[in-house]
């Protein structure tokens, strides 16, 4: 009871938490750059985006897909922040009215998301905590930021931080400033229709490697399509490292499961070898008496196994509920252990277990057809 208890544990706290990590990384880079971005095409990326424009047909057309539920533009633009003495390289987004605001509400830590979108922009622009530490700005200070024009004098512009943010993403906080979409394109020299990109949001378990190939097939020729994957693929073929993790995890506790059960098994075969000969004596079939060990081993399993559950969700619950165990977001891109509390892949690594373990029974309960009554009898 007690290696089941403890191998089922160690499987549900590795699938739960395995899974809620990579999904807490992957909402975030989902979140703030949406699951597919549409752009024109690049040969070799950089900051400097060229702008693009999507007709409103087109954008009707693409928000009627059953895959889209969100699509929106943004425009950004590389240069210096500076302070009286310090100064850091940053990114200035540039985001309209229908930007999703939901990622930054769970992140903000001082002030409120500034209403962009009117008849003319705005200075105010969520500032990241860690940019906020290095330069020594407080909420509603100026900071000066500085573009780079080429045969031109580097161009000054003022902004007010409005409110401050801390994703604990090293890619996001180290850089960017959310800012007014109209002040970046003035500040680019484009026109009022045009941006940078448009980030497009889809309905969950959505295939986005599919619903870009789709998008280039309505896409301008100029214009390309492409995932969070596609842009982030480094990043994503390390969480694709959690699932060989979790696997491997799952098959060694397994296997040790089944050999602690076998050997219980047998043991307690060798414990009731009397009783054997003597059933066997009577007239029970080798069957029978095999049902009764199976039937005896099974209740040990489902015993250890709802032990296992109960101790493994108690720790997950409370993880999810106080984040008690913490985590260093410079290797993590988390604070604290994310934990994935859908009851499906729990109820696989139990069933999982419970067959492959009965399975395990069948090999040393063949012993008992073996067992001569008259020897057994006699055994001491």
Same mark, same amino acid.
């Given at each position: 009871?007690?290696?089941?208890?403890?191998?089922?544990?160690?499987?549900?706290?590795?699938?739960?938490?395995?899974?809620?990590?990579?999904?807490?990384?992957?909402?975030?880079?989902?979140?703030?750059?949406?699951?597919?971005?549409?752009?024109?095409?690049?040969?070799?990326?950089?900051?400097?985006?060229?702008?693009?424009?999507?007709?409103?047909?087109?954008?009707?057309?693409?928000?009627?897909?059953?895959?889209?539920?969100? *699509?929106?533009?943004?425009?950004?633009?590389?240069?210096?922040?500076?302070?009286?003495?310090?100064?850091?390289?940053?990114?200035?987004?540039?985001?309209?009215?229908?930007?999703?605001?939901?990622?930054?509400?769970?992140?903000?830590?001082?002030?409120?998301?500034?209403?962009?979108?009117?008849?003319?922009?705005?200075?105010?622009?969520?500032?990241?905590?860690?940019?906020?530490?290095?330069?020594?700005?407080?909420?509603?200070?100026?900071?000066?930021?500085?573009?780079?024009?080429?045969?031109?004098?580097?161009?000054?512009?003022?902004?007010?931080?409005? /409110?401050?943010?801390?994703?604990?993403?090293?890619?996001?906080?180290?850089?960017?400033?959310?800012?007014? *979409?109209?002040?970046?394109?003035?500040?680019?020299?484009?026109?009022?229709?045009?941006?940078?990109?448009?980030?497009?949001?889809?309905?969950?378990?959505?295939? /986005?490697?599919?619903?870009?190939?789709?998008?280039?097939?309505?896409?301008?020729?100029?214009?390309?399509?492409?995932?969070?994957?596609?842009?982030? !693929?480094? *990043?994503?073929?390390?969480?694709?490292?959690?699932?060989?993790?979790? !696997?491997?995890?799952?098959?060694?506790?397994?296997? !040790?499961?089944?050999?602690?059960?076998?050997?219980?098994?047998?043991?307690?075969?060798?414990?009731?070898?009397?009783?054997?000969?003597?059933?066997?004596?009577?007239?029970?079939?080798?069957?029978?008496?095999?049902?009764?060990?199976?039937?005896?081993?099974?209740?040990?399993?489902?015993?250890?196994?709802?032990?296992?559950?109960?101790?493994?969700?108690?720790?997950?619950?409370?993880?999810?509920?106080?984040?008690?165990?913490?985590?260093?977001?410079?290797?993590?891109?988390?604070?604290?252990?994310?934990?994935?509390?859908?009851?499906?892949?729990?109820? /696989?690594?139990?069933?999982?277990? *419970?067959?492959?373990?009965?399975?395990?029974?069948?090999?040393?309960?063949?012993?008992?057809?073996?067992?001569?009554?008259?020897? /057994?009898?006699?055994?001491?």
């Amino acid at each position: 009871m007690g290696a089941i208890a403890l191998g089922i544990l160690i499987m549900i706290l590795s699938v739960s938490t395995g899974n809620g990590l990579r999904k807490a990384i992957q909402n975030k880079v989902t979140g703030f750059g949406g699951d597919i971005q549409v752009l024109n095409y690049q040969p070799s990326p950089s900051y400097e985006q060229v702008p693009l424009v999507l007709s409103d047909s087109l954008q009707k057309e693409l928000l009627s897909w059953s895959e889209i539920t969100h *699509l929106q533009p943004y425009a950004r633009k590389a240069g210096i922040i500076k302070n009286a003495k310090l100064f850091e390289g940053g990114i200035i987004k540039g985001v309209d009215e229908n930007y999703r605001w939901d990622f930054f509400r769970q992140y903000l830590l001082e002030g409120r998301i500034p209403k962009f979108g009117g008849q003319s922009y705005q200075d105010s622009i969520l500032m990241s905590a860690d940019l906020a530490r290095k330069l020594d700005f407080q909420l509603g200070d100026e900071c000066a930021m500085y573009f780079v024009r080429p045969n031109r004098p580097p161009l000054r512009r003022k902004f007010t931080i409005g /409110a401050i943010f801390q994703t604990d993403f090293e890619e996001i906080d180290e850089s960017f400033l959310i800012g007014d *979409l109209k002040h970046v394109q003035r500040l680019s020299d484009w026109e009022d229709e045009e941006v940078g990109a448009y980030e497009v949001f889809l309905n969950p378990d959505t295939n /986005a490697d599919l619903v870009s190939a789709k998008l280039r097939a309505v896409l301008p020729f100029e214009y390309d399509a492409l995932s969070a994957r596609s842009l982030n !693929v480094q *990043l994503f073929q390390w969480l694709d490292l959690f699932d060989l993790n979790i !696997v491997i995890i799952l098959v060694i506790i397994i296997l !040790v499961a089944t050999v602690n059960i076998s050997i219980a098994l047998l043991i307690l075969i060798m414990e009731r070898t009397n009783m054997i000969g003597l059933l066997k004596a009577l007239g029970a079939a080798d069957f029978s008496i095999q049902k009764i060990f199976l039937l005896n081993a099974a209740y040990l399993i489902l015993q250890g196994l709802a032990l296992g559950n109960i101790l493994a969700l108690s720790l997950l619950i409370t993880q999810d509920r106080f984040g008690w165990l913490k985590l260093d977001p410079k290797t993590y891109y988390v604070s604290e252990v994310s934990v994935d509390l859908n009851l499906w892949p729990i109820l /696989a690594v139990n069933l999982l277990t *419970l067959i492959i373990c009965l399975l395990s029974l069948l090999l040393p309960s063949f012993l008992i057809s073996r067992i001569s009554p008259r020897k /057994a009898i006699r055994f001491d």
